[in-house]
Each structure stands twice: as structure tokens, then as C-alpha cells.
């Protein structure tokens, strides 16, 4: 039995506080041999997430606590300009994105949550420290996704 409470939600963020990443995920599943991924991810402000896509699996998002926005992209073969706070690093593959939709998440005004469809590109942008329920099939490696 794993239990979602306060004191999971403050460990995840005084983990997350500490890694060089700035997010700190906690696996809710309950065998190796189970054929999805669902966890919880607690993200600080600064983490940078890269976009990327699940061509395999819709993605359920739904936040738990704080802030955050999901970026939707599209490839954009003539872009000039990387998102804002990414560059050539950020994007191994050479592919250009431009941003198609932004989704609020924040549960204190009742923008809890979202489904990205399969294929999509996207990436979140941290406003607070937030944790998130994450949901895709597959397992994780084996899923099908990439990085932009």
C-alpha cells in the first residue's frame, strides 16, 4: 500500500530541493512487471525539462500542489530561434519548435489537470514549487518516447 499524503508530498520536495535537477520523481507502481508508469514528480522552479514526446501514450497530468504549464509544440522546420531558455544543447536532434498551446495547472483555482495526446510535443514550465500525478503506458524505457 503506497499512501499520498502531506508527509510523501513534503519528502518528495525537500528531495527535489536538493538535486542538481531541481525535480524528484517517486514510482507508483507496485511491481516491476507492471505494464505502465504512473508517478508522482515534484518540480521546483528552474528545473528544465526538455521537449519531448510519447508517440506510444497519451499523457494524464494532473496537479496535486503549486503551479506549472504545460507547453504544447509544434516542429517547426523554418524556426530561427529556439524556445525561450533553450539553445542547441537543449535540442540533440537538430528539430525546431513552436509553441502551439499553454495549459495552467493550478489546483487552488481548479485547473487541475490535462491529457497531452500521443505524439505531441511538450514540456512544463514551473511557476511554484508543484507536485504532479503523472500517467503513461508502457513501461518506462520501452515506451517509445524521445526527446526533441
Known amino acids: ?31 516491476p512487471d507492471d505494464g505502465g508508469q504512473r508517478m508522482l514528480n515534484a518540480l521546483m522552479p528552474g528545473t528544465v525539462v526538455p521537449i519531448h514526446r510519447h508517440p506510444m501514450s497519451n499523457e494524464s497530468v494532473i496537479c496535486l500542489s503549486g503551479k506549472l504549464v504545460e507547453v504544447i509544440y509544434e516542429e517547426d522546420n523554418i524556426a530561427k530561434d529556439f524556445p525561450m531558455g533553450m539553445d542547441a544543447q537543449d535540442v540533440p536532434s537538430g528539430k525546431r519548435f513552436k509553441e502551439s498551446a499553454r495549459y495552467m495547472l493550478d489546483p487552488s483555482v481548479g485547473n487541475f489537470g490535462c491529457v497531452v495526446p ?31
Open 1 to 31: 500500500m503506497i499512501q499520498i499524503d502531506k508527509q510523501l508530498i513534503r519528502e518528495l520536495f525537500d528531495k527535489a530541493v536538493v538535486n542538481p535537477r531541481l525535480r524528484m520523481n517517486f514510482d507508483l507502481r507496485t511491481s
Open 118 to 148: 500521443a505524439g505531441a510535443w511538450h514540456t512544463v514550465e514551473v511557476l511554484e514549487p508543484s507536485v504532479i500525478f503523472e500517467a503513461k503506458d508502457g513501461k518506462y524505457g520501452e515506451d517509445g518516447s524521445e526527446i526533441g
